[in-house]
């Protein structure tokens, strides 16, 4: 008699990382499923919700104390990650030297036909890994970084589209790269096309505030829509002003949210800047030296302004 195959399922970002995370989750599960989160604290609150898997594998999501306290209660839960963490865990595989991506074959081994979608998930989050060096002598630098960039704008187009990841995801694990996927190219073009970068660009530039060093886009009170383009084109337009750092901001239901980005030519680890404040508001934050995010109450919101630009010069 076969063996049976696990029911496993992947709770996972939907961005560009957790697009390639489900590829490579799907390399080893066809038939798992997969949910897509917009935010770190939603991964608990889906892995909860029990639907009698074996197997529930969280990726691109920090280990937190809430996280370890779910991977002790839970042994069906493994975690893959690569934001900096205090703590180890069992079942956690935490390398911040890659994306969470490159770090998800080593709980589900990985096909060789995804060494090319890894390298697009190392590249956007900036590590300079073995898969990225592999595929750069095959087929040239410019030419993944084209890929890296297609396979970005194109789930942007439509951020609450979770079926174009899966189908994307689906694709990228039979080991086509963006650009021999027709639905992703359409949206490429789509974006590039449409004028949506070059709008969106001209409105960051226009609600750009600089705070010293800082590059800040306040978008508290009136909340434009950036065509899933906010982050890029804040970092273009800071860039421009001179900024080593920037900062998106805007609230949500109950909360701020601000999402810091490193320009260039600094020297400000912006995800311990990051966890540091958050710890002494109560509140859960981090990321990566370049690129870092928290959700706060909406009173901390211009005390972490104030303190970034102090930071930042
Ligand atoms: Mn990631």
Redesign the pocket.
Known sequence: MGKRLPKARLIT?G?L??IVCAAVFLGRYPSGEITFISSPPSAAEAASNDGGHDVIIIA?VPLTPEIMALLDKDPRIMLV???PACECHPQAVVDVSM???GAAPRHFGLLSSLTGAVAL?DLY?RSETAAVAWMAATMGRERIELESRILDFSWRYNIEDDGFRLETARALSAGSLPSEVGSVVDRYQAMIGGDRWARALSKVREKLQVRGGLGLLDLRRDRPSLYGFGSLALVEAARERGCRYAMLVHDSRDASVASLRACGGGNVDLGLFVRDFARAHGTDGGGHPGSAGVRLPRQAADRLIDELAAAVG
């Open positions: 970002r961005n990382d957790g691109d990650d690569h934001h994306s969470a991506a998930a989050e």
